[in-house]
Each structure stands twice: as C-alpha cells, then as structure tokens.
C-alpha cells in the first residue's frame, strides 16, 4: 500500500482537500494527513481523521516517542500539499521546519507536489513567485492554480484546481515517477479553431482537445511548466497548465507565438482550420436575402510552420554572428532564458491516405522535428479516448505507437521530447 502525507495548509479551499482525501482512500493509499495550525480553523481534526482513518497532528511535539517530524515524511511514497497556501509556499522553499508540515517535507525523500490556492495579487506577488520558482528548481511540481471565483467576490487566477485533477497528477507521479521535463517549460494547443461566418455561426472542425490535453497531464506530472492553448475545448482545465482560451486560428497564433518565446518544447496538437471567411457579418445572416452569398475563404497562417521558420531565421542569424538573437536554439540548462524560441517542435497530422509518405512531406515542409501521424477512421482520433500513431523523426526515424489510451500516446511524445531537451 502506497503511502502517502495530505499537507494542508490554511485556505479557504480546504474543504476541497476532503475530496481529494477520499479519492487517495477509496483507491486504497494509506493516507495521513498533516494540517497546519489554523488549517484546522477551517475544518477540524475529527474531520481528518475520520476520513483517513489515521491520526491526525500539527506539531512535533505530539506523540514524540514516534519521532513524527523525521518519520512521516522519511516513510512516506508521495507527499501532496493541498491547498498550498503563500505562506506554506515561503516557509518550504526557506527550508523552515516549525510545524509538523515543514518538517515532514524537509525530510521526505519522495516527490513533493504543491497544489496552490490563494488570492491573484499573493500568487503574482514577486516574494510568491521566487518561492515557486525555488520550489520547482528542487524538483517540486508546483501545480499552476485554476482561474475562476475565490473567496468573495473577486475572480482570478488563485483557485484550488478540481480535485480530480489534482489526484490525476498525483496518481501519475506516484505511477511513472519520471520528472524529466523539471525545469523545462512546454507550450502545448489543443482543440479545434473557429473562424466565423457571422456573429451565431462558424466554420470549425471536430476535435475534441483529448489528446492535447492528455499532453498537458503528461507533462505537468512529468514536472513541466505547462502553457495549453485551447481552441473551444469545453474539458475541465488540467491541473498545473496555465491556459489560455482562444478561438480562432490568428488568436491561436498570437498566443503560441508569445509563449513560444520562453518555450523548450512546443506540442501542436490543435486542429487549425486552413482557410477562414473573408468576410465576417457583423449582424446573423437572414435567411430572408434573397439569394445566400457565397462564402469566399482566404488562408489563414500555418502556425506551425510559422515556429519552424523564426527558429531557422534565429539559427542563421546566430551562424552568422548576430549577436541580437543570443543562443542559436533554447536554453543549454533549465533556468536560463530562452531567447532562440523552442528547441524542440513538434506537429500533428492526421492523414487518410498514404499515411507515412504524406507525412515526412509534412515535416520537413513545416521544418518540425517531430510528427505525430494520426491514422484517421475506424474510431480513432477525434472524440474518443484511444489514438494510434506514428511519430516520424527529422533524422527519418519513425516509431510506432500502438492503438492505446491518449495519455500513452503523449508519454512516448514527451519521452521523444525529452531526449531531445537532455
Ligand atoms: N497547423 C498549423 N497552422 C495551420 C494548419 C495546421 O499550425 N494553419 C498545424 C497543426 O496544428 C498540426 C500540423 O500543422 O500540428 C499539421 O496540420 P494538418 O492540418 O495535417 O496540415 P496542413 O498544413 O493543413 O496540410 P494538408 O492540408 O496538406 O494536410
């Protein structure tokens, strides 16, 4: 039996860690939860401990003869902090040890995630970011907080994510304990674009954002720092991705480009529409005109291309000795600022017709250094939960991945990614 230390700490988001407590139970981790002092303002020990099952302590000198501050953490699988408060946060990253909390995780030996909540102006605060970025730079996942309501009236970024979402990524880490993109930050889009017609209508495609957000679990469990650019996906946001939500191809563009800048590694797993109206109606279209006009497309930009070309630019620049473009291609090591773009690119196509041939074609007009060549039809794809794909490599190179859930599909994405970064 796996075990594994709940840290909560005092947020109004607490209530939402017996959730999660009860998904660690019901799928039969041990689970011991430490709360910080006031953590227990918000919900009490008899709370904890009738749904662990396990006592429940704030300070090191309760049951001293177990030596709790040295052992909990020394025994324990996984240690998860949630909600990890500002003050949590600072406390950890200087290495205090004045509660069982800290203590614990000064001695745990075993991955550490953090699952922040607070208010938006603590969570952009300078002192909070220099903790995170202390945090991760150990090797902690700090998962990214969700946007939406927080205590009272305001809304922001600060909100404990799901429960389910946070147990996903403990769950992932607790099975792969791989953490090969710490320190590395991935952009990832997902989704399908709409270009609109008028104010009520669109042309669109049919991807769901399954796999681009499997993409995003993988490696925010693989210890990334995650920016998933979602075109129309209606998903629960995945736990520690920052998102950001657009919906047309050009709004697509703009927000991958402005990531991409401090990106190793970009994912395009977004189906972007080719063409886009004209013209769009500024009022719904009556079905009263007389004849319908036709509707005329101009092509939109091809984004992933788009990345490959300012890489290549970047490179002959610095071959050339420009000075202005710093380093040819990413960063040498995590922490170092990315001024080259992506090291790494990668594409998706989904072809019907001579799968392979179409698409190497593919990679080197896009100038990617991986794809991803879905194999359309027979219900796989769009919608469903399994894909089956080849990814095909710049150096001619392919590998096989077999008909299974998306999420393997995107740990082997990641594992290709990640002996590209190392
Ligand atoms: N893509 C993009 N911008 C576009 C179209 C596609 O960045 N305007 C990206 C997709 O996100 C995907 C890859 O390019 O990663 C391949 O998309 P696909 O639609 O298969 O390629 P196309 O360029 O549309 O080629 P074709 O129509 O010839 O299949």
């Known amino acids: 039996m796996t075990s594994v230390v709940l840290g909560v700490s005092a947020g109004i988001a607490v209530y939402k860690s017996c959730e999660l407590l009860r998904l660690f139970t019901e799928s039969g981790h041990d689970v011991r939860v430490v709360p910080t002092r006031d953590a227990l303002r918000f919900v009490g020990e008899p709370t904890w401990a009738a749904l662990s099952g396990n006592p429940v302590t704030t300070e090191v000198w309760e049951s001293v003869h177990e030596v709790p501050h040295v052992r909990i953490g020394q025994s324990a699988d996984l240690v998860i902090v949630a909600p990890a408060t500002a003050d949590v946060l600072a406390r950890a990253a200087h290495g205090m040890a004045d509660d069982l909390l800290t203590n614990t995780l000064l001695t745990a030996r075993c991955p550490v995630v953090f699952a922040p909540a607070m208010h938006t102006e603590m969570w952009e605060n300078p002192a909070t970011r220099a903790n995170v970025a202390t945090l991760r730079e150990r090797g902690a996942i700090v998962i990214e907080p969700a946007v939406g309501r927080l205590t009272g009236a305001d809304t922001g970024r600060g909100r404990l994510p799901d429960p389910a979402e946070i147990f996903e990524v403990c769950r992932r880490v607790l099975a792969g304990g791989r953490d090969d993109l710490a320190g590395r930050h991935v952009v990832i889009s997902a989704g399908g674009t709409r270009e609109a017609i008028d104010p009520v209508r669109f042309i669109g495609n049919r991807s769901s954002g399954l796999?681009?957000?499997?993409?995003?679990?993988?490696?925010?469990?693989?210890?990334?720092?995650?920016?998933?650019v979602a075109a129309n996906v209606t998903l629960p946001d995945p736990a520690g991705a920052k998102v950001v939500r657009v919906e047309s191809a050009r709004q697509l563009r703009d927000a991958v480009l402005l990531a991409a800048e401090h990106a190793d590694a970009v994912v395009m797993a977004a189906a972007v529409a080719d063409f886009r109206p004209v013209r769009q109606s500024d009022s719904k279209i009556k079905k009263s005109s007389a004849e319908p006009d036709p509707i005329h497309l101009t092509k939109n930009p091809d984004i992933l291309a788009e990345l490959g070309e300012i890489r290549r630019a970047r490179r002959e620049a610095y071959a050339a000795g420009d000075g202005r473009h710093g380093t040819p291609v990413g960063r040498d090591a995590p922490g170092e600022a990315a001024p080259g773009g992506p090291r790494v690119i990668v594409g998706f196509a989904a072809e019907t017709d001579d799968v392979l041939a179409n698409g190497q074609a593919k990679l080197r007009r896009k100038g990617c250094d991986l794809l991803v060549v879905n194999q359309v039809g027979e219900n796989l794809a769009f919608g469903t939960p399994d894909n089956a794909a080849v990814v095909l490599t710049a150096e001619g190179?392919?590998?096989?991945?077999p008909r299974g859930p998306k999420e393997d599909l995107a740990d082997v994405v990641w594992d290709l990614v990640a002996q590209r970064l190392a």
């Open 397 to 401: 190179g392919s590998v096989e991945i």
């Open 211 to 228: 796999q681009g957000y499997a993409l995003a679990r993988t490696a925010v469990a693989r210890g990334a720092e995650v920016t998933l």
